[in-house]
């Protein structure tokens, strides 16, 4: 267990307080901060989850939304809010490329 594991717990307190009043920029700035600090695999993984959901609900930030549930499954690949959090950005990120009229690759397969 790393020395600053308990900073990082403080953090991750920190953004998801933020997440319940709506204040996504803070939590993501939050979540960042305590990934910085955290070591282990499948805490990170919830880090990397909690920082999707968040970006989720900010306006252009479904590609990074998508980057982080992808983490989140790689560091945890039976963490099942992780491949939620990834569907949820797969769809919002089709769904913005549908209304700007763009294609979409998705792991080598093009949707619309």
């Not at 990170?44 to 983490?71: C, F, H, Q, V, W």
């Not at 963490?79 to 913005?96: N, V, W």
């Amino acid at each position: 267990m790393p020395a600053n594991r308990a900073d990082a717990a403080a953090l991750k307190k920190e953004g998801n307080d933020a997440m319940k009043r709506g204040a996504y920029k803070a939590a993501v700035e939050a979540y960042t901060a305590a990934i910085d600090l955290w070591m282990e695999n499948d805490d990170r993984a919830i880090l990397y989850s909690n920082r999707a959901a968040a970006r989720l609900k900010m306006p252009g930030e479904a590609t990074k939304a998508l980057s982080d549930a992808e983490r989140a499954c790689a560091l945890h690949p039976t963490y099942a809010k992780a491949h939620f959090r990834r569907g949820q950005a797969c769809l919002l990120y089709t769904s913005d490329a549908a209304d700007e009229g763009l294609g979409v690759d998705l792991g080598g397969r093009r949707i619309i």
